[in-house]
């Protein structure tokens, strides 16, 4: 009886000593997880969405300006008999296009990499610095929505006697919610993109010269 009873409580401690290292080798790997794993997953998907969000926008830009006259078709100078620039207009009909079918077409193009994979090295994964890198790659596939503002700005630098460039920037910062297996992170992209310049010959206004006036000419419909 008392060896029954002996090999009872034998087995009983060994499911017990199993089961305490079962725990404490779950709860190693959540930690680990936690601490190493799930911080470079983060970062490597935010850096994709940020070079992937950045290629977009700069895409979406590039095919709808495609090489036309922007600055004619946003910008109208006035003159007097002289030929002294009296005013600069903005044809804020055409700004609002403008920025319309950027917002319109970089949309579109983030919603063919909302869906995307991170493919992370295991040797990276392990977060050990002389592996990084090494080993096969795992994928973790993650979600971006994203959401898209933009706003016109302006400025003018000499050009040499009596000569002016202007340029037009298109500031564009795109909201995105990265949805990852275990985690969201909240990121936001600006873009700060050139869409046209002009050189202009004769004295500015100082009203324009301080280009503030004609930022809020252009920015006056709201995105």
Same mark, same amino acid.
């Given at each position: ?16 000593? @199993?089961?305490?290292? @079962?725990? &404490?080798?779950?709860?190693? #790997? ?12 983060? =970062? ?33 100078? %006035?003159? +007097?008999?002289?030929?002294? #620039? ?8 055409? !700004? ?5 079918? !950027? ?5 579109? +193009?983030?919603?063919? &990499? ?9 040797? %990276? ?21 994203? %959401? ?7 400025? @003018?630098?000499?050009?040499?006697? +009596? ?8 500031? #564009?910062?795109? /909201? ?7 985690? %969201? =992170?909240?990121?936001? !992209? ?10 202009? !010959? ?20 709201? /995105?």
């Amino acid at each position: 009886m008392k060896i029954k009873r002996y090999k009872k409580i034998k087995t009983k401690y060994k499911v017990f000593i @199993f089961f305490c290292a @079962f725990v &404490i080798f779950i709860t190693l #790997i959540l930690l680990f997880f936690t601490n190493c794993v799930k911080p470079i997953m983060v =970062k490597s998907s935010e850096a994709q969405a940020r070079s992937s969000t950045s290629r977009a926008v700069n895409s979406a830009v590039q095919t709808v300006i495609n090489e036309s006259n922007v600055y004619d078709d946003l910008i109208e100078i %006035t003159t +007097n008999q002289e030929g002294k #620039i009296v005013f600069i207009q903005v044809k804020s009909l055409m !700004v609002n296009k403008l920025a319309k079918e !950027v917002g319109k077409v970089a949309g579109q +193009n983030l919603d063919l &990499i909302k869906n995307q994979g991170v493919s992370i090295p295991l040797g %990276t994964l392990s977060g050990i610095g002389f592996l990084v890198g090494v080993g096969p790659e795992i994928t973790f596939h993650i979600m971006a929505i994203s %959401t898209i503002h933009s706003k016109f700005s302006s400025e @003018f630098t000499s050009a040499g006697i +009596n000569q002016t460039n202007h340029r037009i920037y298109l500031n #564009i910062q795109t /909201d995105v919610e990265l949805i990852l297996p275990t985690a %969201t =992170k909240s990121i936001v !992209v600006n873009s700060h993109i050139l869409i046209c310049e002009a050189i202009l !010959v004769g004295e500015i206004p100082s009203t324009y010269l301080n280009s503030d006036s004609l930022d809020e000419m252009m920015n006056l419909i709201p /995105d």
